[in-house]
């Protein structure tokens, strides 16, 4: 360890029959004051500043800070905060390898070893994002979307594997074993780290980031961690700081107990409303109270995972007793777990009863006021109470402009397939056919029942529940509505095994939630295709139809492209809206359907009690986790038979439609561009409040008629095989046409119509976004979006930054920006802007038809959080000048910026090297 140590905290642990070395909180608080107030997650601050304390990037200074935060509980102050490792996806993970082999080959050209690009952080890449529910129902169905898994991603997972073979400390779980978060809980995470380095072994706090805005869910586990930008993660691998604010700390107080038939969910989505009201962006969340004695680590963790959803930088649970029976029960070392007891005891970092922090603000919740929630229909801050869901769909579809009434006429079977609709009329209704059967899809109707995402599927407790309801609903004579394509797709193979062991997966399955893979699929868009006949029925009628699923997030536009409105719910609610087939049925109230004795049946009756998922729950055994995990990074045959090109620099393939060499590095050799003006700028898109990533970055399927569409067809792929485009994030061409393409996005210069077209000024075309900025960039003309409040919130996705970068975008004006996208803007060497109270997009009347000029730039002394001029010239030649506010928030942002990028900043300093 490099620390200078100058308040001599470094001391011995004895552990069993080990000795550790530890930088003491203890000691430090002789010289610094009393730290017993000090927030959990802060003291896991202050011991990564004494422990990489250099006298440069980190001095006694920062030291000093964290401790005087107790009397502001805030501070100015920027740290240097350096996370023990690195955690992937294969979405953000793919363009990450691309960008280092990129990176690679720019060393290269300038003459550098290209081996000396390596993360210096342990990587581990979880492959969960490319599962597609494109076989559901059905026995087969997993090994059936396993296998088109691995002929769609063929060249991805080639490309990942060389990765795996060519980088020091980077590791990848192959497909079909778990999602990330759900795999870092149960068996990456440690809570307490260790590391060899000077003849010694150093023990301090477990820390990360993710390229997965949810790696937050690891909160719960007493772990600090949090979602950065692809960008962001990449510096951190390749040994830059994270560069932070000290955060205000908001403490929230859990007192009580959940009540019979409230589950982890609805506490989250109870949860997530009140920090969302708070207002927690950019702080970090604590829990506390002796509320949390009566949490299990699950729903700690599902609280943890939603961190992003309502706004905070992470979600944080001390380490208790609670911790380390988790610790036990998903298979960790006996030595980890008496290391983790004894390390938090020494350092102050053991909860204890009545324990009171000093917090930035508090807010609190009796658990015993919780009830039965759905969060939607588009944001997972939007709790509703389960009796009041109907209204809120009704209220929704009020608010929607209703097309004129549709005579489609009946169209012909086609193949064989018995695929018919019916006339649509204006009451939201429209019969079709399907294999014989005539049925009547209606506005409300739930066409998506999905069991998913790591949110949920990592908690016993619910997903016994799911099982449990089930098996009753079998039992009373219930069977899912023939719309609803349901699937399970849990976060790890340990679920099927506790499915198994309490005998429910027979259960699961006649109700059609077998087994579809192991992946987020469709909390993240991968739902696959609705049946042919549900298509046309939607399209005819242009009917608001639902999904109900048990994730994280339900943007408009997310899960499928015909599903308007979307619903967060339990996994246990995910099977009643199945058996209902309806969002707009008060399940409170209303039968979910008649049972064989002719009979209805309620939600009430098919509800299982808390001991009977406690009897179910005491099903999941030690074992189960030292089977799943025993080889983890072994992969089947399949992943085992993929050939790897043995090379320190890759091959880039020039047919690759899915991996290409991107041109961020060109010209690296040379010196870092000039900052200079933006003069006479055109506004690309003018846009709303809550922008988020999925409307920024590309995301979901590609439309044929897209130009991600017209460009994949040049290269003679056929639409059937254009997978999504998660799954091309490692080809710049594919991604940069995508960027800003979502079919919900609405622009202001074309009166909100939706879909991703704007006006070319000043010829008043109507283009595709990719299409006007192109020829834009043809015309040398700069770019500038003009946006509301929270742009960019949502996933911590690379490519909102870098597509916006490559399309010629200089500079996003916004009212307010979410934390991680902003950090990633300056990553990529886009200007962020951010009006000043007062001013915005509607009070200056701005049309989008303006040039701006962003001044104060050329030759001027960078500097964090300043003031710059910008003038507004109209059509008529009005002008207007204003001062908005540089989101370039610190020091080293402005030595990014400067560069071109965080990665330029990086190359750059290894080819002076």
Not at 8 to 32: C, I, M, W
Not at 201 to 228: C, E, K, Q, R
Not at 690 to 702: E, F, L, Q, R, W
């Amino acid at each position: 360890m490099p620390s200078l140590d100058s308040l001599n905290t470094l001391k011995p642990l004895k552990v069993g029959d080990k000795t550790y070395h530890y930088f003491s909180l203890t000691e430090a608080a002789r010289q610094l004051g009393d730290l017993q107030r000090l927030p959990m997650s802060l003291k896991v601050l202050l011991e990564n500043l004494l422990r990489w304390e250099d006298g440069a990037t980190v001095t006694g200074d920062d030291l000093r800070a964290i401790a005087q935060w107790l009397g502001e509980r805030r501070s100015d102050r920027e740290i240097q905060y350096r996370p023990a490792r690195v955690l992937m996806q294969d979405f953000t993970g793919v363009p990450a390898v691309v960008d280092l082999a990129a990176m690679r080959a720019a060393m290269a050209k300038a003459g550098g070893d290209p081996q000396r690009i390596n993360p210096l952080s342990p990587v581990d890449l979880v492959i969960d994002h490319s599962v597609m529910v494109d076989r559901y129902g059905t026995p087969q169905a997993f090994a059936e979307n396993v296998d088109i898994e691995m002929q769609r991603n063929g060249e991805r997972y080639a490309f990942l594997r060389w990765g795996q073979s060519a980088f020091d400390n980077f590791r990848v779980v192959p497909p079909g074993t778990g999602i990330c978060h759900q795999v870092n809980l149960e068996y990456l995470g440690r809570t307490v780290w260790t590391r060899e380095a000077d003849g010694r072994t150093y023990a301090f706090p477990d820390t990360l980031v993710g390229t997965d805005s949810h790696t937050t869910m690891i909160n719960g586990l007493g772990v600090l961690g949090w979602g950065v930008g692809g960008i962001e993660a990449e510096a951190a691998m390749l040994g830059q700081p994270v560069s932070m604010l000290i955060p205000e700390v908001i403490g929230f107080k859990l007192t009580g107990k959940l009540r019979e038939g409230i589950t982890a969910t609805d506490l989250v989505l109870t949860v997530t409303q009140m920090l969302r009201k708070k207002g927690v962006v950019g702080k970090f969340v604590e829990f506390y109270g002796d509320g949390l004695a009566e949490l299990p680590l699950a729903d700690r963790a599902t609280i943890a995972n939603m961190a992003p959803e309502y706004g905070a930088t992470c979600g944080f649970f001390p380490v208790d007793q609670v911790t380390l029976d988790y610790l036990r029960l998903s298979g960790r070392p006996e030595a980890t777990v008496q290391l983790v007891e004894q390390y938090c005891k020494a350092q102050g970092m053991w909860r204890l009863p009545g324990q009171e922090p000093s917090f930035s603000d508090t807010l609190a919740l009796d658990m015993d006021d919780v009830e039965a929630s759905l969060a939607g229909p588009k944001r997972p801050q939007d709790r509703v109470a389960l009796g009041q869901v109907s209204q809120a769909f009704d209220h929704f579809i009020e608010l929607q402009p209703k097309p004129l009434a549709k005579e489609v006429g009946r169209l012909e079977s086609e193949g064989g397939g018995g695929v018919a609709v019916g006339n649509a009329d204006q009451t939201g209704a429209v019969d079709y056919s399907h294999q014989g059967q005539t049925h009547t899809l209606r506005d409300g109707a739930v066409v998506i029942a999905a069991i998913t995402s790591c949110t949920n599927t990592s908690n016993p407790s619910v997903m016994m529940a799911a099982g449990l309801v089930a098996k009753k609903a079998l039992e009373k004579g219930l069977q899912r509505k023939p719309w609803v394509k349901s699937s399970l797709a849990p976060g790890s193979k340990v679920v099927t095994d506790y499915f198994k062991a309490a005998g429910l997966t027979p259960y699961l399955d006649q109700l059609g939630f077998d087994l579809v893979g192991y992946g987020c699929t469709t909390c993240i868009g991968n739902s696959g295709p609705l049946d042919e006949a549900i298509e046309k029925a939607i399209g005819s009628a242009d009917l608001t139809v639902a999904s109900v699923l048990s994730g994280n997030r339900n943007f408009e536009g997310r899960v499928h492209p015909l599903v308007k409105t979307n619903w967060l719910a339990s996994p246990p609610l995910v099977v009643a809206y199945a058996l209902a087939g309806s969002v707009r049925l008060d399940l409170t109230r209303d039968p979910l359907g008649s049972g064989k004795d002719g009979q209805p049946v309620y939600l009430r009756d098919i509800w299982p009690s808390q001991q009977e998922i406690a009897e179910a729950v005491a099903k999941v055994d030690t074992a189960m986790f030292h089977k799943e995990y025993a080889e983890v990074f072994a992969g089947d045959a399949q992943w085992q038979a993929i050939e790897v090109p043995q090379a320190a620099t890759y091959v880039w393939q020039a047919d690759s439609t899915y991996i290409q060499h991107p041109p961020f590095f060109d010209g690296i050799g040379g010196p870092p561009p000039q900052i200079a003006n933006i003069h006479g700028a055109r506004v690309l898109a003018l846009l709303g409040d809550s922008v988020t990533t999925d409307h920024i970055s590309p995301a979901g399927n590609i439309k044929t008629d897209s130009p991600a569409g017209r460009y994949l067809r040049e290269q003679g792929v056929e639409p059937r095989d254009f997978n999504s485009y998660g799954s091309r994030r490692g080809n710049h061409e594919v991604m940069m046409r995508g960027t800003f393409a979502n079919i919900r996005i609405r622009n202001e210069m074309l009166a909100g119509e939706e879909g991703g077209n704007t006006l070319h000024v000043p010829t008043g075309e109507k283009l595709s976004i990719y299409d006007a900025a192109m020829r834009y960039q043809q015309e040398g003309t700069p770019l500038l979006v003009i946006a509301g409040q929270e742009y960019g919130t949502g996933s911590s996705r690379d490519w909102a930054a870098k597509g916006t970068n490559l399309l010629g975008v200089k500079a996003v004006l916004a009212e307010s920006f979410e934390r991680i996208h902003r950090s990633n803007l300056v990553g990529m060497g886009v200007l962020p802007l951010q009006f000043k109270a007062g001013h915005n997009r509607k009070q200056l009347g701005l049309t989008g038809k303006e040039q701006i000029d962003v001044l104060g730039l050329d030759g001027a002394h960078i500097h964090p959080g300043m003031s710059l001029p910008l003038r507004i010239t109209r059509e008529d030649g009005q002008q207007e000048q204003i001062e908005v506010l540089c989101r370039i928030d610190t020091l080293n942002e402005v030595e990014y910026f400067k560069a071109g990028g965080i990665l330029h900043y990086v190359l750059r300093q290894m080819i002076a090297s």
